[in-house]
């Protein structure tokens, strides 16, 4: 018996919508990270690109649970000494709320190359609940243990 590693030209991918209203930033950032990556394919092979696209719609209705509306904050660096910006989740969740996604799944990824091509080319978040992607026939993804509704 051979172990079985995925070719790029075997790579069947499948678009997922996903609703973030009412779900909590944690555990939404963790499952989309799982179909980004492909691990939740039986063809899971860590060094191909054999994820899924994710569309995720009504970012602005994610929850943050607990005090971390108010405490939580991101931290960037201007590149000069000293001159280190933190901003509060809750400004960054009514100006972009995009954001707060993305970088919640990005955290939850390996930090790779590979990983960069997931979050940029196959995850696409919007605040409101329309999206662009009709034609690609997106599927509703089920965020429990289980696959597709």
Known sequence: MKTYTQRVE?????????DAA???????????????????????????N???FVIVVNAEQV???GR?????????HTGYMGHERFTAVK????????????????????KTTLSREHVKQML?????????HAAQQPQPLALGAGEAE
Do not use: C, N
């Open 10 to 18: 075997d790579v069947e991918r499948r678009w997922w919508v996903v």
């Open 22 to 48: 009412g779900q909590p930033l944690g555990r939404l950032a963790s499952r989309l990270a799982q179909v980004l990556r492909g691990k939740h394919k039986p063809t899971f092979t860590p060094h191909v």
């Open 50 to 52: 054999g994820g899924d």
């Open 63 to 65: 929850q943050l649970t």
């Open 68 to 76: 971390k509306p108010e405490q939580k904050r991101y931290f960037r």
């Open 91 to 110: 400004t960054v969740l009514a100006k972009h709320p995009e954001r707060v996604i993305e970088k919640a799944v990005w955290g939850m990824l390996p």
């Open 124 to 132: 696409k978040v919007y605040a409101g609940p329309t999206h662009p």
